[in-house]
């Protein structure tokens, strides 16, 4: 009689599928960042770091070239959800996206004269995802105040607009959460932010905290290179 062969559970063949995804999952936005990056290199200068600097291990960033970083970080996003099968993207990483807040349309393009631009805008499992990209929260008053009624005016004209259900606007941080994170008393207060720790949820990267500073630290490298 020959040795009696056990089925593998069907729990382990679960958890061996969702670990393949994510692998595939952060091997693409990983590629997402490598292309953007190829596409658009920072040269690094010497300067005060700022957060965003120090997320990615690059103290040395220019303020110039922060704004650089925050703006590939963005496109990072897009190129990503653009090729994630997942989720539909109305932005690509190369183009413009603006909302005629008298109209309630999403414009593709353009100039954008008397309207607002929008960052990251997709829908997932029949959710709308808005997304106003900003690595600084720490923002003056007058600045707080005219990105949450952004957030909100955007939000609300998404939501009067039959093509994108059940709509969430936020104000999303590339940080995994607001530890050691300044922000603006009316910013926190608000309750908009969406860290990077929920975005990494949706978009099924299965990061931790930790692997998500390794990896952004491993983007930083590819910045000096």
């Not at 062969?5 to 693409?28: G, S, V, W």
């Not at 897009?78 to 109209?103: A, E, H």
């Not at 393009?109 to 607002?116: R, T």
């Not at 909100?152 to 959460?177: H, R």
Request: with cysteine; charged share 30%; hydrophobic share 35%.
């Amino acid at each position: 009689m020959g040795p009696c062969l056990t089925a593998p559970l069907k729990n382990d063949t679960i958890t061996t599928t969702i670990e393949r995804k994510y692998i595939m999952n952060q091997k693409l936005f990983t590629e997402s960042f490598q292309e953007i990056m190829q596409e658009k290199p920072i040269e690094e200068d010497k300067s005060k770091d700022l957060s965003l600097a120090k997320l990615f291990d690059l103290p040395n960033l220019s303020q110039g070239s922060r704004i650089k970083l925050g703006n590939r970080f963005e496109l990072t996003i897009n190129r990503y959800l653009k090729n994630f099968k997942k989720v539909t993207s109305f932005k690509d990483d190369s183009s413009s996206l603006w909302m005629n807040t008298k109209t309630n349309e999403v414009i593709s393009d353009g100039a954008g004269k008397g309207m607002k631009d929008i960052d990251i805008l997709f829908t997932k499992d029949m959710t709308t995802y808005y997304l106003e990209s900003k690595t600084n929260l720490n923002l003056d008053t007058e600045k707080s105040h005219a990105t949450i009624e952004k957030v909100k005016t955007i939000t609300n004209c998404l939501k009067n607009n039959v093509d994108y259900p059940n709509v969430t606007g936020k104000v999303f941080s590339p940080f995994w959460d607001e530890t050691n994170v300044p922000i603006s008393a009316r910013i926190k207060k608000s309750g908009m932010i969406m860290w990077f720790s929920e975005l990494n949820d949706i978009l099924e990267l299965g990061l931790t905290k930790s692997s998500w500073v390794d990896m952004c630290k491993e983007f930083g490298k590819q910045i000096k290179e």
